[in-house]
């Protein structure tokens, strides 16, 4: 007599010929002991279950990836509420975190005389918290792709919070200078993950607006922190300035605690395939995460060793990020230039400084209006007209070649009007120009590098834009001060003003030949 397998493999002509075969239970199977005793247990046998579960897994699977798609937990596909919760969410903790860039602007003379520091001293602080800043991608992409977006913002906040009030309550200038580089860095990562949510919950045609609003909170802070500044530093000392911005922190831990939500897709489709009792697909089940340190490597890759190599070997990459970080780093010699002009040239007290600063909210509330006319009436138009499923990025760059007239003429503009014998309203006008100008720079150059490349190159390209930018603004302020006391205010702001003016041609010419540029990079990019 056949052995079951093989009568089975005899009667099979067809694959869904069901074997006549009566088998045994199919976990165990006996066979007499020869020499007596109990039964043996044989080996499990192959059944028609066993062919079929790849196939049916592989459907099961399929389904459930094309359930994605239009599933309502998909963050793509959230209510416009919902969707708008999250964005002010991302805001307020971005908010937050570059109002500590500037809030202590005005202590400049205060923290002098407590802890008798030098002038170039005294910006430490400043220049500590913006170099934290630049560390956002290395610590928060790791640790956000790996437990989701959400906790990140819920449990960093409040830890930069906490720092915040221990530099407030700092006895030494060394302990003052190590909390707030911890503040910065605890903020960083809130503000560095936040394009990554805008990217989850917004498709790239719906992108746009709301993207350009979010990048208006971080702007806004510079500007406003000095006038809040201001205010609390002459009122009430240095010290609650800080607690002035921890208070901020807790309203946007708040908000993130009553309205926050996960966006991060493989963390969403994990747990709710847990929940559902739903079979991930190959690749949902390859972006399972990585051990820790497969997912640092990962990071380090994408966030710092990547990046500053495209700094030196992209021309995209290297002269988008030098343009967009010399004139953020000129927004933040302001810090240190408009207290010595204003206060030195037209006698303004603390909180008239301060005040003057609004004119940076002025100009990027105007750059902002700027980059949505492009949007609609110059980005939109043409790329309608274009094949479905093709992208020319240089169409990103309207609001850059526009803008860029606006930081030169505005440099020039405050560096020779800003004298006794010219009203103040001249310089502060100035600034508006130089603001307005800035922000359309840097939106239209991100979104420029966003589409020009593809996959983790595309975060790698903006690690590579925060590194430059926040290494540059946190310098630039150490040396403002000895530039305008030697060589004056018009000699001093000019240098700035040649810079913009030399970097001026980078969005014409990227408009004019990116294509050819593109097609010569070493990473994968847009081809069309």
């Not at 690690?463 to 290494?471: K, M």
């Amino acid at each position: 007599m056949y052995p079951p397998q093989l009568t089975c493999s005899l009667l099979h002509s067809t694959p869904n010929t069901i074997c006549s075969v009566q088998h045994p239970p199919r976990n165990k199977m006996s066979s007499p002991n020869l020499q007596g005793g109990p039964p043996e247990e044989l080996p499990e046998t192959s059944s028609m279950d066993d062919k079929i579960a790849p196939a049916q897994a592989a459907a099961n699977r399929a389904a459930s990836s094309w359930a994605w798609e239009t599933d309502q937990e998909n963050p793509l596909n959230w209510p416009p509420g919902r969707k708008a919760w999250q964005v002010g969410m991302a805001a307020s903790n971005a908010f937050v975190a570059s109002l500590g860039t500037s809030i202590i602007t005005a202590a400049h003379a205060q923290i002098m005389a407590e802890f008798s520091v030098s002038a170039t001293q005294a910006i430490l602080p400043l220049s500590l918290y913006v170099f934290a800043l630049a560390l956002g991608p290395v610590v928060g992409g790791p640790l956000s792709e790996t437990v989701g977006r959400y906790p990140v913002f819920l449990l960093f906040t409040p830890i930069a919070g906490l720092f915040t009030i221990g530099a407030a309550q700092s006895t030494s200038f060394a302990a003052l200078c190590i909390l707030r580089f911890l503040a910065g860095f605890f903020f960083a990562p809130c503000l560095a993950i936040s394009a990554g949510l805008l990217n989850e919950i917004f498709t790239k045609e719906d992108r746009g607006p709301p993207s350009t609003l979010f990048i208006l909170t971080p702007f806004l802070g510079p500007g406003l922190a000095p006038a809040i500044g201001g205010f609390v530093c002459n009122r009430k000392g240095w010290r609650w300035a800080l607690y002035t911005m921890s208070f901020f922190a807790a309203f946007a831990f708040v908000i993130t605690l009553l309205f926050g939500r996960e966006t991060f897709h493989p963390v969403l489709k994990r747990r709710l395939a847990k929940e559902r009792g739903t079979p991930l697909t190959d690749s949902e089940e390859e972006a399972e995460p990585k051990s820790a340190m497969g997912k640092m490597h990962e990071f380090m890759t994408v966030a710092l060793i990547r990046p500053v190599h495209m700094l030196f070997t992209e021309p995209i990459v290297g002269l988008m990020c030098l343009y967009s970080a010399s004139q953020f780093a000129t927004l933040f010699s302001f810090f240190a230039a408009v207290p010595f002009v204003f206060q030195g040239t037209y006698q303004f007290g603390v909180e008239a400084t301060g005040l003057v600063f609004l004119s940076v909210v002025v100009g990027c509330i105007i750059g902002t209006f700027t980059i949505v006319f492009c949007e609609f009436a110059l980005y939109r138009p043409k790329v309608a007209r274009l094949p479905a499923g093709t992208t020319y990025p240089e169409l990103r760059l309207y609001p850059a070649m526009i803008g860029s007239i606006g930081p030169p003429v505005g440099l020039f503009w405050f560096a020779w009007t800003a004298r006794a014998d010219v009203s103040w309203a001249s310089p502060a006008v100035a600034i508006i120009v130089f603001s307005w100008g800035n922000i359309c720079i840097f939106i239209s150059t991100m979104q420029y590098m966003v589409d020009t490349y593809h996959g983790s190159v595309v975060a790698s390209g903006a690690s590579a834009n925060s590194l430059a930018r926040y290494g540059f603004a946190g310098a630039f302020p150490l040396f403002t001060i000895q530039m305008y006391t030697n060589l004056g205010i018009g000699w001093a702001t000019s240098i700035f003003a040649i810079i913009a003016l030399a970097l001026m041609p980078v969005p014409w010419v990227f408009f004019k030949f990116g294509k050819q540029i593109r097609a010569r990079s070493k990473y994968e990019t847009a081809t069309h």
